[in-house]
Every structure is written in structure tokens, then in C-alpha cells.
């Protein structure tokens, strides 16, 4: 029956080249951090512009007729007066008028 040998695993390392990756590491982070604030940075800005652009003329998408039906009643409601003084006028001129006729007439016969 034939030996069998163990062999253990040998790898290298070394300690150089461990402070390497960690540099790498933290450029990637710094990189990273770099851009977070970067965004965050225009997103301020979209922001800022977005508040003076919707000052003035910043109207609600749909349309509220609530006002506009409103006035229209009012409208109505000032013709139907116009209207209703103008006839009522017009009856009582005509009353007198003919009060006057008749008591004239009353008073030559």
C-alpha cells in the first residue's frame, strides 16, 4: 500500500501590499462620498430653482368653476333686479299717469 502524503496549503501574503487594498478602499469611499455630495449639491439647486420658477404663475392643474358659477348667479340675480325695477316703473308711471288723467277729468266735468 502506497504512502499518502498530506500537504498543507501554503500561500503567501504580504504585508505591504494589505495597506495597498485598503488604500484602494478608502479612494473608493472618498470617490464616493465625493459624488454623494456632489448630487445632494444639485439637488439643492433643482430645488432652489424650482421654488423661484413656480412663484407668479403657479395655478392648480384642474379647474374650479365653483367661482366662475358664482358669478354668474350674481349676474343673474342683478338683470333679474334691473329688469323687475325697470317693469315696476313702467306700472307705476303708467298708474299715475291715468290717476292724473281721471282727476283731471274729475274736475272739468
Request: with cysteine.
Amino acid at each position: 500500500m502506497p504512502k499518502v502524503q498530506n500537504y498543507h496549503i501554503i500561500m503567501s501574503r504580504s504585508f505591504h501590499s494589505e495597506g495597498n487594498s485598503a488604500n484602494i478602499v478608502d479612494s473608493h469611499l472618498n470617490t464616493l462620498r465625493q459624488r454623494i455630495e456632489l448630487i445632494r449639491k444639485k439637488e439643492k439647486l433643482n430645488t432652489a430653482y424650482n421654488r423661484h420658477e413656480n412663484i407668479g404663475w403657479n395655478y392648480i392643474s384642474d379647474y374650479n368653476d365653483k367661482h366662475k358659477k358664482y358669478c354668474l348667479v350674481l349676474q343673474l340675480a342683478e338683470l333679474a333686479g334691473l329688469a323687475g325695477s325697470n317693469i315696476g316703473f313702467v306700472v307705476l308711471s303708467g298708474s299715475f299717469c291715468i290717476f292724473l288723467v281721471s282727476l283731471i277729468a274729475n274736475m272739468h266735468g
